[in-house]
């Protein structure tokens, strides 16, 4: 088998014919683009046999890219082959998704995906199709395509600013909203404590007068029986004791009843009150996932719901009545690794730290005080004035990187970010 393989591999790069035909294609979506105002470019080469083709058997489709369109100078990006059908990538696929097959019964395809692409992702894009014709000779298809992209306009950047600001106060409007409800459930729940605690007051003097009441009923019970041994003597008598006996037993009856009329409101009250509680624990864990206590402190982490920047980071956890997680051990590290960060969803999570100040100078931003356990990922904290944010980064294992603080602009699905709340 990998003496057969060895001279295929040596029959394709001593024959190559290179031919163009329209089977072989190469798209791009979109083919212009403005920079920071895209989200994804898409390049994709396919080819798709017919009867005219003199490509009868595809052995590797490979896709590569020129900055230049005048004199293009090529390099590889991407490669699959029919021999293990796996996509081999010569570019860092942290923000790339690249992807193919091959079916020499069918369509084949070679693709990727730039995400939030720059202006070097512009210039000429071709691929290349090689393999075997009708009379087992070897041949190759290539085809290309253009890919052109413009630096954004003030007014397309102001537009976006706009649009990010609305959303913000459109987020503070809501904030403000859920913050009046729970105040309002608040003050009912308190008032429905204090119509317990006075339907249970009142409770507690019924039970001492049916106490007292079971008392006279035993004293009663005993009179009617020294009554009963006079009983030849004493009929009338007895006969008061009997009827005083029934209008006791009706009292008591007319109590018992109140008692349970008394028991369905405080039942009642009881479900509503944990419905109300309920209820909250949904909405706060419908965007946050909780630890459980920690030295006092318990930790939150935002779920995969939307794009955030510190800024918003920092606001959202104030409004808990928290701050942005200050990390200052290895304990407190493995504690959130292990019961928060492992689960998470994103692959940034922002906590506390800049050296905005001060390059190399990390402090918190609650707390302002410095920073005394810092675990970095490998080629991280080398200086600059670009990663002035701190966030563990799934790349890293879950170690610290420092990253930029966008304010507004530069929205990214990737974050989210860590609160840290006092018991």
Same mark, same amino acid.
């Given at each position: 088998m990998a003496a057969h393989l060895c001279t295929i591999i040596s029959l394709l790069s001593a024959v190559v014919v290179p031919m163009l035909k329209a089977e072989l294609t190469v798209n791009a979506t979109p083919t212009t683009f403005t920079v920071g105002l895209i989200k994804n470019v898409k390049i994709e080469c396919s080819f798709s046999r017919d009867q005219s083709t003199n490509l009868v058997f595809v052995t590797s489709l490979n896709l590569a890219h020129s900055k230049t369109t005048d004199n293009p100078e090529f390099q590889d990006l991407?490669?699959?082959?029919?021999? *293990?059908?796996?996509?081999? !990538?010569?570019?860092?696929?942290?923000? %790339?998704?690249?992807y193919g097959v091959i079916d020499n019964k069918g369509k084949s395809f070679l693709g990727l995906v730039w995400d939030f692409p720059t202006v070097d992702r512009a210039g000429v894009?071709?691929?290349?199709? %090689?393999?075997?014709?009708?009379?087992?000779?070897?041949?190759?298809?290539?085809?290309?395509t253009n890919i052109t992209a413009l630096n954004p306009e003030n007014s397309q950047v102001l537009e976006l600013v706009h649009a990010l600001f609305n959303k913000v106060e459109h987020l503070e409007e809501e904030i403000k909203v859920t913050k009046s409800k729970y105040d309002d459930l !608040?003050?009912?729940?308190?008032?429905?404590?204090n119509y317990t605690t006075n339907i249970q007051s009142q409770l507690n003097k019924t039970n001492v007068k049916n106490y007292n009441l079971e008392n006279q009923n035993n004293q009663l019970s005993k009179l009617v029986e020294n009554y009963k041994s006079r009983l030849d003597k004493q009929d009338h008598e007895? *006969?008061?004791?009997? !009827?005083?006996?029934?209008?006791?037993?009706?009292?008591?009856?007319?109590l018992q009843m109140r008692m349970s009329d008394v028991n369905r409101p405080l039942g009642e009250l009881l479900r509503f009150k944990d %419905?109300? *509680?309920?209820?909250?624990?949904s909405l706060e864990n419908a965007f946050l996932t909780p630890t459980h206590p920690y030295n006092g402190k318990r930790y939150w982490l935002t779920k995969n719901y939307g794009s955030v920047t510190p800024i918003l980071a920092l606001l959202f956890c104030q409004l808990r009545g928290g701050y942005l997680a200050e990390i200052d051990s290895p304990e407190e590290y493995a504690f959130?690794?292990?019961?928060?960060?492992?689960?998470?969803?994103? *692959?940034?999570?922002?906590?506390?730290?800049?050296? !905005?100040?001060?390059?190399g100078h990390w402090k918190h931003l609650n707390s302002k005080t410095e920073l005394t356990y810092l675990n970095w990922g490998d080629n991280e904290n080398l200086g600059g004035r670009q990663g002035n944010c701190l966030a563990y980064f799934k790349g890293h294992n879950w170690l610290l990187a420092d990253v930029s603080c966008p304010i507004l602009t530069e929205f990214n699905k990737e974050f989210g970010y860590m609160c840290e709340l006092p018991l």
């Open positions: 991407i490669s699959i082959t029919s021999f *293990d059908s796996q996509v081999y !990538e010569n570019v860092n696929i942290s923000r %790339t998704q690249v894009y071709k691929c290349e199709a %090689t393999g075997l014709n009708k009379m087992g000779k070897h041949v190759s298809l290539s085809n290309s !608040e003050n009912k729940i308190y008032q429905n404590s007895i *006969d008061e004791l009997k !009827e005083t006996n029934i209008s006791l037993t009706i009292n008591m009856d007319q %419905t109300i *509680d309920s209820t909250f624990n959130v690794r292990e019961n928060l960060l492992k689960r998470s969803q994103v *692959d940034f999570v922002y906590i506390s730290g800049s050296d !905005e100040e001060q390059e």
